[in-house]
């Protein structure tokens, strides 16, 4: 999985080399705010995290209207969940910290306005959890989420005249946030917002 995820970093930074890379492509940093959360049958209740994304990009134009946006991001992301458990009411806080590898799909509707969509590879690079419950009070480190994920984003952005932009985008992910072997049978996937603001140069 780690030759893997190197392998797209130095697909989307290491190209930037040649001469021709630097004339036609785009790069960039972006960042902004996450509000997302996840979904499963065995949750009573839950609420979205608020959380944040920060990462480089890179546009690659294939036509006047139609460009493609590899990103490395990194992105915490979680819920805040109840569950029923051997009878107990649990009240815990998900935290997931991923680095995602979108590749997104962008076609200009308009000058500077975009719609985005495309797959993206996640690695999960840290878990926290924090549980209470009438038995239980414990904050700590696990290892019980997948350690990829692979899922989706849709929506779109606008870029002014100057390198600055603004985009919107639901994320969606696709497999089992948790190896169920380890942690659940019910199934825990992450979706949410990601707000941002970026520059390219």
Known sequence: MKKTFLLLVMTIVGVSTSSQAQEYWNFGVKGGVNFTNMTSDGFEDNNSRTGFHLGVLAEIPVSDR?????????????????????????????????????????FYVIDG?????????????????????????????????????FGGALGA?????????????YVLGFTDAFDSNNFDDDAIKNNGFQLGVGFQF
């Open 113 to 149: 306005l975009a719609l985005e969509a495309g797959p993206s590879f996640n690695f999960l690079v840290e878990e926290e959890y924090d549980f209470e419950s009438n038995a239980l009070d414990l904050e700590a480190d696990s290892e019980f989420a997948s350690t990829f994920e």
């Open 66 to 106: 139609f460009s493609v946006q590899p990103e490395v991001l990194y992105s915490t992301q979680g819920t805040e969940a109840t569950r029923i458990f051997a009878g107990d009411r649990i009240e815990g806080e998900y935290q997931l910290d991923y680095v995602q590898v979108p590749v997104i799909a962008k």
């Open 157 to 169: 952005s606008y870029k002014f005249n100057n390198g600055f932009f603004v985009n919107g985008r």
